[in-house]
């Protein structure tokens, strides 16, 4: 059996956390599209192609500690959201200001 994820309560959602988190590039990028798909998103789909599964793991544990984002099995599926409203109920404003001042990653694919 697999261990469940654990999520942080509101109460428990550290600003220096999410700064963190989101001061990645790969990671920014992950939480920038699943706010563009607007619903649940499974890993692979959600974080860049070149990426090796070890890799998106620890970025999405990254993201689901700092409170990011909420991770879901479904069957052998791990699907992501991000936790929009929590977050901008705790940091007002923040994460929005970040999303809308960064610049989208490359894709390596369209070269």
Known sequence: MQRPFLHPSTDDLRLESVLYA????????????????DCPLNCSTAA???????????HFQILR???LIRSERRGTEVVNTVRCAEIEAKFPGVV?????????LPCPDAE
């Open 96 to 104: 929005s200001a970040i999303l809308k001042a960064a610049k989208p």
């Open 22 to 37: 989101l001061a990645d590039p790969v990671r920014l990028e992950i939480v920038r599209r699943l706010v563009a798909g």
């Open 65 to 67: 500690e700092a409170g």
């Open 48 to 58: 860049p192609a070149h990426l090796a599964k070890s890799t998106q793991s620890h």
